[in-house]
């Protein structure tokens, strides 16, 4: 996901099913504790947590796609299977996943194409409803009818072409099937998608009553699967959470600490991290402001923590318009950027990279050496040699993000440097990703940015980097690459026996493709992964904290 | 917004001459209003100091800007220096603060924080970087001198503009009536039913990603006409409709009867019976479109929807130095201070001028 944009509704996952691999890499069967790479301290149950937080999109979680929402919703709502509640550090450990309603990893065939659930017995939600197996398919049905940005992910089920041709008239899903009582859920692909798994941990596919509203629900939001339920949502102003009195235990998943969570919704960086420093509020869930960043780490260096998040930001080059169709304007590009610089830029909330995937990933292979060193005189001569020096270049980003809006501007000058005439367009962030996803509007460079949905690979490269998957609108794909050698790299290594699709070679194939985009085809140039923060009050407990591979876990903040 | 008040009754420059007439019996004999006004305003020592205050500022963003450029900090307005350094008593001062990371182990990271522009010098090193820097390592001194000439510019061409077609279609829309008046009229209206800054961030955004290109008009994305234009634009309304209510005031006088009478034409008695009886209203109201033009320049500038960087407009200035409040404030403060003194001059001489001319205060903007 992009921290905020809307999603092409034609999301092709299209890797092999490696549902053998997977489960023996999640850890073993259900009911199983997942193990964290770094233990959070266990503290004890408090009354109220306060916090900051930024704007949510929704609190719905068949609506939203934004990580402030995704953030509180991992206490709240449950898909059938979940990402672990540890911090996951980098390589394998990020990418385990773990039961949630669904008593244990599913059964499948040898290809991954039938998948069969059993859910916990006894689970209620927040309002006291029993939950059932039909609800995961009418929570399905419900995504589609609210033309939810998730409805791409469900594209490979058996029977979704009605639902897909006309979203808001769905109403079965034939490749879908349940039994109430015995609890049973039968999900079948058209064809192998190992990354089918991951896509179930999303919240479009958490678990709502059949009662819930088939509309935006948020007043209150819908009943609550987890530990804790949302009690009030004032869009642009709070929410609050309380324990689900109807809560079970589930393993793996924790209770959590406090019995309260109160949030304050503030956009502003620096009011947020000022009420936390002041101690009015426990938590701040923005990022810090990059110029307080200095002095609130030399004041607060113990309660203050900073996250690489598995995000990549990059300047997109559009390959179907000139100078970019041209791959020495691209490598140019990548020259004449000096990613410390951009990192600077970032007020240091960043770490310099040249791949596409970020090293959270076990399929990440550092590209040594670097493929391209800080160099003017290289990227003039580049230019030059490419015949578009002195062409018109329309540079596009943020205007209301501060660090998007310095590299945005950053970027511009470099090219100017370079010998382009670079002009620049400036956008609000509430329609950037949507203009620059347009083929009308023929943005050729800019900035652009992608946080994990899911921790496999198919999220990055089948999504941004993979020619069919190019659309005239919402188009992901920014800088529209379409390389034959690319296109059928991906496409091989998503049809590989399940037992291959999750094993070191494959790994290797997939760092090989990150390669072969960066430096053969010179598809983006990337320059760094986004570095967010973590700021607590001197009441609170820091060791507690939990990042589980996106967000920090309100539910296992402790106090001293 | 500003909106223009209402005209309770007409006033033309013989209202001046009347008025000058209460003060000094014969020594207006022979004198034309203009003269009177002229020396009214010349006695207003409070206008005239803040229209030195203004003309300076022109002088220093208009004349002073290239020579600071070129022969004092020997940095470009839009020369940015993210990566730069300078030397200051023998020690090397990075222009941006640089800051390094490592990645640990457990996923969090070690970082020392970065990104913080040089603070004013102040001579130390030279004129260079004399009010600091901003977050690309851009000269803030230069930037505000070229941003202020960037704004003034705006300012003044989009008042022009806007007076201009305002007194065309008020002439027009006044002296024919009927359909004429009504399509005009209807065309004030509903360009004053959108909030003027919500019209131009519309305007400005959507011309600011492709440019304008109909007919024989080509104006590129980015181009500094565009925010010109679209503030002319949505200013046109506030001008044009106290100008109608003046021409519907006069255009039954005796004067104008006697000229259509001689067998004058539409446009002889448009330009030469009706127009110079407005002058003075048009005077004011241009002094004050233009404050407000200027405000309007920062506030797109400031959006995002006016001038586009790297261009520098005291507005984009302010947008740049709101996220170093704490620690550079004079990023977003010196701007300001621009625009208040600019702002404040052009009122005050505004107000000064329409005194002079009409001080029964019949013409005035109301905020």
Not at chain 2, 98 to 112: L, W
Not at chain 2, 302 to 314: E, K, M, R, T, Y
Request: one cysteine or more; a neutral charge.
């Amino acid at each position: 996901m992009r921290t905020k944009r809307v999603r092409s509704v034609a999301i092709a996952a299209v890797v092999t099913a490696g549902l053998v691999l997977v489960v023996s890499a999640c850890g073993g069967s259900g009911g199983s504790s997942p193990t964290t790479t770094t233990s959070a301290a266990q503290g004890a149950t408090f009354s109220n947590l306060k916090v900051v937080w930024g704007l949510p999109d929704y609190l719905d979680p068949g609506l939203s796609y934004k990580l402030q929402s995704w953030q509180a919703f991992q206490d709240v709502y449950l898909p059938l299977l979940a990402k672990r509640y540890g911090t996951c550090g980098v390589g394998a450990g990020c990418t385990k996943i773990i039961p949630a309603i669904a008593q244990s990893l599913p059964q499948s065939n040898a290809n991954g194409t039938d998948l069969k659930f059993t859910i916990r017995k006894g689970l209620k939600y927040s309002n006291g409803e029993t939950i059932k197996a039909s609800d995961f398919k009418n929570t399905i049905i419900r995504d589609f009818r609210l033309n939810s940005p998730g409805i791409g992910f469900f594209s490979n089920i058996v029977g979704i072409d009605a639902c897909e041709g006309n979203p808001t008239k769905c109403s079965d899903i034939s490749g879908i099937t349940d039994n109430d009582q015995a609890g049973t859920i039968e999900i079948k692909l058209s064809k192998p998608q190992s990354d089918f798994l991951y896509i179930l941990t999303t919240f479009f596919t958490a678990l709502v009553p059949s009662s819930t509203p088939q509309k935006d629900t948020e007043n209150p939001p819908p009943a609550a699967d987890g530990p804790y339920y949302f009690a009030s949502y004032k869009p642009s102003r709070s929410f609050v959470m309380l324990r689900n009195p109807h809560w079970k235990p589930i393993p793996g998943i924790p209770n959590g600490n406090p019995d309260k969570v109160t949030a304050l919704l503030i956009a502003d960086q620096s009011r947020s991290a000022q009420l936390v420093q002041s101690n009015q509020y426990d938590y701040d869930e923005n990022t810090l402001p990059t110029d307080r960043l200095q002095q609130l780490q030399k004041n607060y260096k113990n309660q203050i923590h900073l996250w690489r998040t598995p995000s990549t930001n990059y300047f997109f080059m559009n390959e179907r318009l000139a100078p970019f169709n041209n791959i020495k304007a691209r490598e140019a590009v990548n020259y004449a950027i000096n990613r410390q610089t951009l990192v600077n830029l970032y007020g240091g909330l960043g770490v310099p990279t040249w791949n596409f995937l970020p090293p959270t990933y076990p399929q990440y292979k550092k590209l040594s050496p670097t493929p391209y060193p800080y160099s003017l005189s290289k990227a003039k001569q580049l230019v030059q040699q490419s015949g578009t020096k002195g062409m018109t270049i329309g540079v596009y980003t943020e205007s209301d993000v501060a660090n998007r809006q310095a590299a945005g501007e950053y970027l511009q000058g470099q090219l100017n440097k370079i010998g382009y005439h670079a002009v620049m367009h400036e956008l609000g962030s509430a329609n950037y990703f949507v203009i620059i996803g347009n083929q009308k509007t023929k943005a050729q460079i800019g900035f652009t940015d992608w946080f994990e949905d899911y921790p496999y690979p198919t999220d990055w490269f089948t999504v941004l980097e993979y020619g069919p998957n190019i659309h005239d609108i919402h188009n992901n794909n920014v800088s529209n690459v379409n390389f034959g050698e690319t296109n059928n790299t991906i496409n091989h290594l998503g049809h590989l026996p399940p037992t291959q699709a999750f094993s070191s070679s494959t790994n290797s194939d997939w760092a090989n493709l990150d390669k072969t985009l960066m430096t053969k085809y010179v598809s983006e140039a990337p320059f760094l992964n986004e570095v967010i923060t973590s700021f607590f009050s001197t009441r609170m407990n820091p060791s507690c904290d939990v990042f589980t591979d996106l967000f920090d876990d309100v539910a296992q903040m402790c106090l001293k | 917004m500003a909106t223009p008040g209402t005209t309770q009754e007409e006033f033309t420059l013989d209202t001046a001459a009347e008025l000058a007439a209460e003060e000094g019996g014969s020594k207006i004999e022979g004198k034309s209003p203009w003269v009177l006004a002229g020396r009214r305003l010349r006695r207003n020592y409070t206008a005239l100091v803040f229209l030195a205050i203004f003309l300076l500022i022109v002088f220093l963003c208009f004349v002073f800007a290239p020579i600071y450029s070129s022969h004092l900090s020997h940095l470009g307005p839009d020369f940015e220096n993210a990566s730069g350094v300078i030397h200051e008593n023998g020690k090397t001062i990075h222009i941006i603060s640089q800051g390094k990371s490592t990645f640990g182990k457990d996923g969090q990271v070690h970082t020392t924080a970065a990104g913080i522009p040089i603070g004013p010098q102040l001579g130390k090193s030279g004129v260079a970087y004399f009010f600091g820097a901003d977050q690309q390592g851009r000269d803030i001194a230069t930037r505000l001198l070229y941003g202020g000439r960037n704004t003034l510019f705006i300012g003044l061409v989009a008042a022009a503009i806007c007076t201009v077609i305002a007194i065309l279609l008020a002439l027009l829309a006044a002296y024919f009536g009927g359909a004429t008046d009504w399509i005009i009229s209807r065309a004030f209206d509903l360009i004053w039913a959108f909030p003027v800054i919500l019209l131009g961030i519309a305007l400005g955004t959507a011309l600011n990603i492709n440019g304008f290109h109909h007919g024989p008009i080509n104006i590129a994305a980015g181009s500094l006409w565009i925010p010109t234009l679209v503030i002319a634009f949505v200013f046109i309304p506030y001008v044009g409709r106290p100008l109608r209510g003046q021409v519907l005031a006069l255009r039954n006088r005796e004067f104008v009867e006697a000229s259509t009478a001689q067998g004058a034409g539409p446009l002889r008695i448009m330009f030469t019976e009706l127009l110079p009886n407005i002058a003075s209203s048009v005077l004011v109201l241009f002094t004050l479109i233009v404050a407000n033009a200027i405000l309007t320049e920062v506030a797109l500038s400031f959006l995002g929807a006016g001038v586009q960087p790297p261009h520098p407009s005291w507005g984009t200035m302010i947008a740049n130095g709101q996220n170093f409040l704490s620690t550079r404030p004079w990023m977003a403060i010196l701007p300001g201070i621009m625009i208040t003194i600019t702002v404040i001059s052009l009122n005050v001489f505004g107000d000064g001028l329409r005194d002079a001319l009409d001080p029964r205060a019949k013409v005035k903007m109301e905020h």
